[in-house]
């Protein structure tokens, strides 16, 4: 098992035994060395029982549980509880706002072990009835059902690009020529369906060797002749498979690529139904059109787009000279400062801005004063080092309820620039949200408006913003607005990039990174970003470290 791995059995078996009502003391415990394992940067599973000791919280039971795990991939004390757990409490406790002791008195009390009979016992206002619940928490739990539920079938763009190359894979083992289209060749944010080419004369002979192919499923009522239809094993996001002669492909791939809106848009059926396509670009260039790329291609905002500027002008990965917006062991992360910065060093980026979570995030480890010190004293050596490479000074503050930043003045004039992030209290209604984002974006210290909705997608619907007068704030104050690239948030949603580039704001691709390898998930960013229509020239790290350290000045 990994680190992550085994974190995730020992938190959920602090889960089932506060659902059980195990012992308190017991359940508490296990969840203080799972928070200090997930922190250790090694590999948990190359240590000895004297080393696992020395990580706190570790004692001696809880070391048999973690050996077990490495050894044989399982635990008795998991299995066990596991054996005693209907199936379905799994699935509740993944409901926000409903921790396990809540889930294990709806059990008790009601019986109930799945989402739908959860669903049913909120519509008849049963659950407001239980002690500690009340008519909100009875609320926001239905709201929460019935948003899991419509979101059951569909994968985030991390998620589905994984298992489109699985795909993808078997399928160039079988036909000619394969192609990726639908939702993800368009870097859609959410996925609910994936799409494929394959190209081949042989119809009934192509669906049989799709069916060969290891974890695929057909639904035989709803596949055609030319297209196949089924689920991937393990998986519920329905997949298409397309089934092309030779002499269609052209026409297509363009037309299984782009959304019907833009198709409708250009019209493309008029002008190309019946006529070979030899590649997208003809397509334009017969309609005298400017091309639009891919991912762009949604019938939303890419022609008055297109009217100003050319695919050409779009951000791209190694236009990044810098990550921004990035953890370390001084809060939730799990390399330390040193390892993240070199980290960036060696991807070619010129410089590294750490923004730990600020002294409001306890549960974040959030840095009071005194370590903020000692963090920019260590940044201050480090920078000593390197004549090429530079560590910026920035903090992820909380914005407060009030609107407030999460250190007085003389505390955040401190820092190179600061991170303004919403974490709590996010259930709010505009009246709430506007007041309180707007007054954050106004604070003369706040440099970047961090994940501005705080979404995450397919788990939590971000809080409602008037984005327009969000994004003129954010003018006015010289402010950066965050596109966060972590594929948990991508947040800016993309349709508002078009938008900040239209009113000159800059966006800052940041990865979120808690550790090493959320680095790379700026890539996620400037894959929506591009179907936002970001434009290097916009783009806060594509600037290099000096015109950036003037961005932040506001000078």
């Known amino acids: 098992m990994g680190n992550d791995e085994i974190v995730d059995a020992l938190e959920l078996l602090v889960k089932l035994w506060d659902v059980h009502g195990v012992n308190e003391f017991k359940s508490k415990n296990l969840a203080f060395a799972a928070r200090g394992l997930d922190k250790y940067p090694g590999k948990i599973s190359s240590l000895t029982e004297s080393e696992l000791l020395q990580i706190p919280g570790v004692g001696k039971s809880i070391v048999k549980i973690i050996l077990d795990l490495i050894q044989i991939g399982s635990s008795s004390d998991l299995d066990g509880i596991l054996e005693q757990t209907p199936p379905g409490i799994l699935n509740l406790l993944k409901i926000k706002g409903l921790g396990p002791k809540k889930v294990g008195l709806i059990w008790k009390e009601f019986g109930i072990t799945d989402l739908d009979d959860l669903l049913i016992a909120c519509e008849e ?55 990726e289209a639908g939702e993800l060749s368009r870097n859609c944010e959410v996925i609910s369906e994936l799409v494929f080419l394959v190209d081949s004369t042989d119809i009934f002979g192509s669906g049989s060797l799709i069916n060969s192919m290891d974890g695929m499923e057909e639904d035989i009522k709803e596949s055609s002749p030319f297209t196949w239809r089924g689920l991937f094993h393990g998986h519920l996001l329905s997949i298409q498979i397309h089934i092309i002669s030779p002499d269609q492909w052209g026409n297509a791939l363009f037309q299984q690529v782009a959304h019907p809106e833009h198709l409708t848009a250009i019209q493309f059926y008029k002008h190309f139904q019946g006529k070979p396509i030899a590649s997208d670009k003809e397509v334009y260039d017969t309609l005298a059109l400017p091309y639009i790329i891919p991912e762009m291609r949604e019938g939303f905002k890419e022609f008055e787009w297109s009217q100003k500027h050319q695919s050409d002008e ?53 840095l009071k004063e005194d370590r903020v010190i000692a963090q920019q004293e260590e940044i201050d050596q480090l920078n000593a080092k390197w004549s090429d490479f530079s560590i910026l000074k920035g903090i992820e503050a909380d914005i407060l309820p009030d609107g407030s930043l999460d250190y007085d003045a003389s505390v955040l004039a401190r820092f190179d620039y600061v991170v303004a992030s919403v974490h709590a209290q996010l259930a709010m209604d505009i009246d ?64 508002y990039i078009y938008d900040a580039m239209d009113k000159g704001i800059y966006v800052s691709i940041n990865p979120d990174a808690h550790q090493i390898e959320g680095i790379r998930d700026m890539e996620y960013g400037v894959k929506v970003g591009r179907k936002g229509g970001l434009l290097r020239s916009l783009t806060l790290n594509a600037l290099n470290v000096q015109d950036l350290k003037t961005f932040f000045k506001k000078a």
């Open 125 to 179: 206002n049963r659950l407001e009835q239980l002690k500690g619940f009340g008519k909100a928490v009875q609320e926001n739990v239905q709201l929460y059902i019935q948003f899991l539920k419509q979101n059951s079938k569909k994968l985030r763009l991390d998620k589905a690009t994984h298992l489109s190359q699985i795909i993808l894979e078997q399928l160039k083992s079988k036909f000619s020529q394969v192609a």
């Open 314 to 366: 779009l951000v791209q990965y190694s236009d990044l000279k810098g990550c921004l917006h990035n953890h370390s062991t001084y809060s939730d992360g799990k390399n330390t400062l040193l390892e993240m910065a070199e980290a960036c060093r060696a991807q070619g980026l010129q410089y590294f801005g750490i923004a730990d979570h600020s002294q409001y995030a306890a549960y974040a480890n959030g």
């Open 432 to 495: 709430r949200s506007m007041p309180r984002v707007i007054k954050a974006i106004e604070n003369p210290y706040t440099s970047i408006l961090g994940h501005p909705t705080g979404r995450l997608l397919l788990t939590r619907a971000g809080f409602p913003l008037h984005m327009d007068k969000i994004l003129d704030a954010c003018k006015a104050n010289g402010v950066s607005i965050e596109l966060n690239a972590s594929p948990y948030r991508l947040d800016l949603d993309w349709r």
